[in-house]
C-alpha cells in the first residue's frame, strides 16, 4: 500500500507579534481603558481584552465603546483621543517579555529569516521600542498597522501577507511561515493566511478553543537554544 501521510513543509521563516508577546505594552492598554470604565461606573474584563487584542485601534475602539454600552455617552474617535493622552507617556517605560530578546537572538544568530508584524501604528511603534532598538534592527523587516498593504486589522490576514511578501526571497509560501501571537485575533489572522501558529497566550486569557491549545506564556522563558 502506497504511503499516504502528508509531510508539513519545514519551517523556514519566523513572524511575531509585538505587542504583548515581545514587549509588555498589554499592560498600558488594560491600565488606561480600566480609568476610562470608571468613569462609568463600569469594569474592563479580559473577554472584552481578548476581543480587542490585535486589532487596528479604531476597530478595537469600537468593539469597546459598543460592547461596554457606552457608545451613546463615548463615540470610538473619543474614546482613542482620551486613551491617547495617557498612553502617550506609558509607551516609553516598555519592557522586553521575558525571554524574547534570547529567542529573537538566537533566530538570528542560527540564520533564520524574521520579521515584526504588528498591529501598532509607526508613532506608537516608535515610542514601544526606543529602548530597545538594537534588539528589533535584527528583523529582517517590520510591517506596522498603518502600513499601506494593511487594509483590513487582524483577524483579517492583511499584516501577515504583507510580512511574507517582503523577504529577501520574495513571497514565502505561508506554509512554510511560523508565526508567534499571543492575541486570539492574531493567531487567527495567521492562520487565515495559511501558516503555522504557536500561541503564547496571557494566562488570564482564560479557556481557548482547541486550535489555539498552544504553550503558555512560560514557552519563552523556557526556550532552550540549541
Same mark, same amino acid.
Given at each position: 500500500?502506497a504511503?499516504?501521510?502528508? !509531510?508539513?513543509?519545514?519551517?523556514?521563516?519566523?513572524i #511575531?507579534?509585538?505587542d504583548g508577546?515581545?514587549?509588555? $505594552?498589554?499592560? #498600558?492598554? $488594560?491600565?488606561?481603558?480600566?480609568?476610562?470604565?470608571?468613569? +462609568?461606573?463600569?469594569t474592563?474584563?479580559?473577554?472584552?481584552?481578548?476581543?480587542?487584542?490585535?486589532?487596528?485601534?479604531?476597530?478595537a475602539?469600537?468593539?469597546?465603546?459598543?460592547?461596554t454600552g457606552?457608545?451613546?455617552?463615548?463615540?470610538?474617535?473619543? +474614546?482613542?483621543?482620551?486613551?491617547e493622552?495617557?498612553?502617550?507617556?506609558?509607551?516609553? $517605560?516598555?519592557?522586553?517579555?521575558?525571554?524574547?530578546?534570547?529567542?529573537? @537572538?538566537?533566530?538570528?544568530?542560527?540564520?533564520v529569516p524574521?520579521?515584526?508584524? $504588528?498591529?501598532?501604528?509607526?508613532?506608537?511603534?516608535?515610542? !514601544?521600542t526606543?529602548?530597545?532598538?538594537e534588539?528589533?534592527k535584527?528583523?529582517?523587516?517590520?510591517?506596522l498597522?498603518?502600513d499601506p498593504?494593511?487594509?483590513?486589522?487582524?483577524?483579517?490576514?492583511d499584516? +501577515?501577507l504583507?510580512a511574507?511578501r517582503?523577504? @529577501?526571497?520574495?513571497p514565502?509560501?505561508?506554509?512554510?511561515?511560523?508565526? *508567534?501571537?499571543?492575541?486570539?485575533?492574531g493567531?487567527?489572522?495567521a !492562520?487565515?493566511?495559511?501558516?503555522n501558529?504557536?500561541?503564547?497566550p496571557?494566562?488570564?486569557l482564560?479557556?481557548l478553543p482547541p486550535?489555539?491549545s498552544?504553550?503558555?506564556? @512560560?514557552l519563552?522563558?523556557? *526556550?532552550q537554544p540549541?
Amino acid at each position: 500500500m502506497a504511503d499516504v501521510s502528508v !509531510k508539513r513543509p519545514m519551517i523556514t521563516h519566523v513572524i #511575531f507579534d509585538m505587542d504583548g508577546l515581545l514587549l509588555d $505594552t498589554e499592560r #498600558f492598554y $488594560t491600565e488606561v481603558q480600566e480609568k476610562i470604565l470608571a468613569r +462609568f461606573n463600569k469594569t474592563f474584563d479580559w473577554s472584552l481584552k481578548a476581543k480587542m487584542m490585535g486589532m487596528k485601534a479604531i476597530e478595537a475602539a469600537r468593539v469597546f465603546v459598543e460592547e461596554t454600552g457606552i457608545s451613546d455617552s463615548l463615540s470610538a474617535e473619543d +474614546f482613542l483621543v482620551e486613551r491617547e493622552s495617557m498612553l502617550q507617556s506609558m509607551f516609553p $517605560t516598555s519592557e522586553l517579555m521575558p525571554g524574547a530578546s534570547r529567542l529573537i @537572538e538566537h533566530l538570528h544568530a542560527k540564520g533564520v529569516p524574521i520579521c515584526l508584524a $504588528t498591529g501598532s501604528h509607526r508613532q506608537h511603534f516608535e515610542l !514601544k521600542t526606543q529602548r530597545h532598538g538594537e534588539l528589533f534592527k535584527l528583523m529582517h523587516h517590520i510591517v506596522l498597522g498603518d502600513d499601506p498593504e494593511v487594509k483590513k486589522g487582524k483577524p483579517a490576514p492583511d499584516v +501577515f501577507l504583507a510580512a511574507a511578501r517582503r523577504f @529577501e526571497v520574495g513571497p514565502v509560501d505561508s506554509k512554510k511561515i511560523l508565526v *508567534f501571537e499571543d492575541a486570539p485575533a492574531g493567531a487567527q489572522a495567521a !492562520k487565515n493566511a495559511g501558516m503555522n501558529v504557536v500561541m503564547v497566550p496571557d494566562p488570564r486569557l482564560g479557556q481557548l478553543p482547541p486550535c489555539y491549545s498552544r504553550p503558555s506564556s @512560560e514557552l519563552l522563558i523556557g *526556550f532552550q537554544p540549541k
